[in-house]
């Protein structure tokens, strides 16, 4: 911790700032957890009004903080991920670092962490020690294999479950190898169900009054989001393959290049659409076809309705095709980057990408918080802070002297 970083009086604030109680105001939650699912349900249970501290390493601070692209030293993803958190460093493997948890513990509601099974227990910070610092404490554990099973001990990552799931297999061209994401998709949608977790856990503990475990694998929430292949594969011995951009279940759907060089989706996942885009693209004797009356029946001919679609396309521009198809009431969007993105007037209507202060780098545009509630909305209180900024004052509303904080630091515990 150094003595110039920022204190809470410094965090940004925002005019805009919703006046009624957030509806997680009053939670408070640990975020011992790193990269990147633990601290993605961390911040959007701060979001909506829980106080998130964000427990670090004196020495070896979460990763995301130099993960990605930087601006004058400060890592942007951080800025994200570490959204409306306080920050403080805490050594977990000291008896002064254990210690200061458990209080921290007593006064918390949820605990979320992905250390691999066995380490919290190593130091003396296992189920049993926090529950009984706090009966009422939710302890969620995000790994990559869950807390028991064989491969319980290995390390997880993200593209460990996007290849284990399935996803990677039936990703990228049937000629192609099988293709993992860009970014961290597994980590991502086990961040959503760790949040969801989360706040059931906290619902039954509301009737029980007592606290309980979450385990969280990041190979399971990934799996669910693809599907009924489980299903299909016991009952019908189907395995999904890599279809490209086409699918089983329905087609038209492909991108398709514009007369500009730009890219365009098509969907035509209910019947009354794929009947629109073929009357659209002048192609209404495909529909009365005996194939054309299902969507699987479209797929296995995606052939003849790529083309169709395809060579209307290929001669209009992008604006033509998305004024042609929204006219025509059928399903169509641009390919889009970034760039795109942040100029898109549904997203601007919609404030999905907002600007923030921060203290370091001026003006920032992120994405905004994940849903909007009418009476009790949440909100960007602060971007993410310094390592360890925090820590002088939470520890001391926690009742430490700053005596006490000169020995952690002496010891090397914060």
Same mark, same amino acid.
């Given at each position: ?15 805009? &700032?919703?006046?009624a109680p957030a509806p997680l105001t009053g ?37 995301? *903080? ?36 458990? *209080? ?11 250390? #691999? ?18 009966? *009422?404490?939710?302890?969620? @554990? ?38 993992l994401p860009p970014f961290g998709l597994a ?10 977790? =989360?706040?059931?856990?906290? $619902?039954? @503990?509301? &009737? ?10 990041? +190979? ?14 016991? /009952?019908?011995?189907?395995? /999904? ?11 038209? #759907?492909?991108?398709? #290049? ?17 009947? @629109? ?6 192609? %209404?004797?495909l529909i009365d076809e005996p194939w054309f $009356? ?40 641009? +390919?889009?980057?970034?760039?795109? =993105? ?24 992120? /994405? ?8 009790? %909305?949440?909100? +960007? ?20 002297? %700053? ?5 952690? @630091? ?5």
């Open positions: 911790m150094t003595p110039d970083q920022p204190t809470t009086a410094d965090q940004p604030t925002s005019a805009d &700032r919703p006046t939670l408070r939650v640990l975020d011992l957890a790193t990269l990147f699912a633990g601290p993605l349900a961390a911040t959007m249970l701060g979001d909506f009004g829980a106080e998130v501290i964000k427990v670090e390493h004196p020495a070896n601070p979460d990763p995301s *903080r130099g993960h990605g692209p930087s601006k004058n030293g400060v890592g942007l993803w951080w800025k994200l991920l570490g959204r409306n958190k306080r920050t403080i460093t805490l050594n977990l493997s000291k008896p002064a670092g254990r210690s200061t948890l458990l *209080r921290l513990a007593a006064t918390a509601d949820v605990v979320i962490e992905n250390f #691999r099974p066995g380490t919290l227990e190593k130091w003396d910070l296992g189920w049993e020690e926090l529950s009984a610092a706090n009966p *009422r404490l939710v302890l969620t @554990r995000v790994t990559g294999f869950g807390q028991f099973g064989p491969y319980a001990h290995r390390p997880g990552f993200g593209t460990l479950a996007e290849a284990m799931s399935g996803f990677a297999a039936i990703t990228g061209e049937p000629d192609a190898p099988p293709t980590d991502s949608i086990a961040g959503l169900a760790t949040a969801y977790a =989360v706040m059931t856990a906290l $619902a039954a @503990r509301d &009737r029980t009054g007592e606290g309980q475990v979450v385990d969280m694998a990041l +190979i399971e929430p990934i799996l669910m989001a693809l599907g009924p292949q489980p299903l299909w594969y016991d /009952q019908l011995g189907h395995v /999904q393959p890599r279809t490209g951009n086409r699918s089983q279940n329905n087609a038209p #759907r492909n991108t398709y #290049r514009t007369a500009d060089g730009t890219w365009v989706a098509v969907s035509t996942s209910a019947q009354s659409i794929a009947e @629109r885009v073929m009357c659209l693209v002048g192609r %209404p004797e $009356a299902t969507g699987a029946e479209r797929a296995a001919h995606s052939d003849i309705l790529d083309e169709a679609v395809g060579s209307w396309i290929a001669e209009r521009t992008r604006t033509e095709v998305l004024a042609a198809f929204e006219k025509a009431e059928a399903a169509v969007a641009p +390919i889009q980057d970034v760039r795109d =993105v942040m100029a898109d007037p549904q997203y601007q209507a919609l404030d999905t990408v907002t600007t923030v202060d921060d203290p370091e780098l001026g003006p920032l545009r992120m /994405q905004n918080v994940l849903f909007r509630l009418s009476a009790t %909305p949440g909100a +960007i209180r602060w971007t993410g802070r310094p390592h360890g900024a925090d820590t002088a004052e939470v520890l001391t509303e926690l009742g430490l002297t %700053p005596a006490d904080l000169d020995a952690l @630091r002496e010891e090397g515990t914060v």
